[in-house]
């Protein structure tokens, strides 16, 4: 399990050797970006449009998930990945990936719109997954079954993500009512669902039709984020190849992380990486806990 602290360490000596954007180098027009929907959501689609404005080079956005942006990125079958967890540094297809921090999302616990439930804390989480909580009346709302929504497999961008903050167990497994293949399927039925239960980014939960529970009285919004009053954030990437050396890449990666694209990034509703540094260090307390809370 690679650690959060060297992961983070890592990012940040990449921002703060970041320099001034300059023209990017004549050749082909277009950059294939690929990964997580949660980052496209949250910065990405609007950074691809400030960039092509400013250079002409078109960033084609394409889908897959973040295992796909991770792991598509360091074979070099695309430019630029999407993700929303650490690679895996003893995986052979994601020990060539090079991981930059650009933003902050936070994993959003979602419900029916109509649920009655406001705040859950993060024990009442935990029991959640781990089966022990199994019906809403234990979390204060009706006399009715919890249907849990959770992610096929267990290296997703939120599952993975899930296992480190809450269980530092990435291995942990979860007993769903429901297994779905990505986040767009898990909101959509908790849309309709009005006993529905999942996790997901907050950068997607806030464009669907839910509810969004507080955790420990505190919203997973850009201030409670940014500060790190909201327990459960986590970077959000852009990934490339390591070693393959593309400027085209790079000065899209230092654009990112610009004054400029931090500018963009904002607009969009999202904490850039650089605004919140201090969250590193927090995060790792946040993993301490998940560690001494146990199993």
Not at 16 to 32: F, I, M, N, Q
Not at 177 to 205: C, M, Q, Y
Not at 252 to 260: M, Q, R
């Amino acid at each position: 399990m690679r650690s959060l602290g060297i992961t983070f360490a890592a990012g940040l000596l990449g921002v703060l050797a970041s320099g001034a954007v300059v023209a990017a180098p004549a050749g082909d027009a277009t950059l294939v970006w690929a990964g997580c929907g949660i980052t496209k959501k949250a910065f990405m689609k609007e950074l691809a449009a400030a960039y092509e404005n400013k250079t002409g080079i078109h960033i084609d956005l394409k889908g897959g998930g973040a295992t796909k942006g991770i792991r598509n990125a360091a074979n070099g079958s695309i430019h630029i990945g999407g993700a929303c967890r650490v690679s895996m540094e003893k995986d052979e297809l994601e020990k060539n990936a090079e991981q930059v921090p650009v933003a902050w999302d936070a994993l959003a616990v979602i419900v029916n719109k109509n649920n009655p439930v406001d705040n859950i804390t993060f024990q009442q989480l935990r029991d959640v997954y781990k089966g022990k909580i199994t019906n809403w009346k234990q979390l204060g709302g009706r006399d009715v079954p919890i249907e849990l929504y959770v992610r096929r497999g267990k290296i997703s961008g939120v599952g993975y993500m899930l296992r480190e903050l809450v269980f530092a167990n990435y291995e942990m497994e979860f007993t769903g009512t429901h297994v779905v293949k990505s986040s767009g399927p898990l909101e959509k039925g908790i849309v309709k669902n009005p006993n529905g239960f999942g996790t997901t980014g907050i950068s997607s939960a806030k464009r669907r039709d839910v509810k969004i529970l507080k955790l420990e009285g505190k919203k997973p919004n850009y201030e409670n984020i940014k500060k790190g009053d909201y327990l459960l954030y986590r970077p959000l990437y852009l990934v490339r190849q390591r070693g393959r050396g593309d400027p085209r890449v790079d000065e899209f990666i230092k654009f990112a992380l610009s004054n400029e694209g931090k500018a963009v990034i904002r607009k969009a509703g999202t904490v850039p990486y650089a605004d919140a540094l201090v969250l590193v260090m927090k995060q790792l307390d946040q993993y301490k806990r998940a560690t001494a809370q146990g199993l």
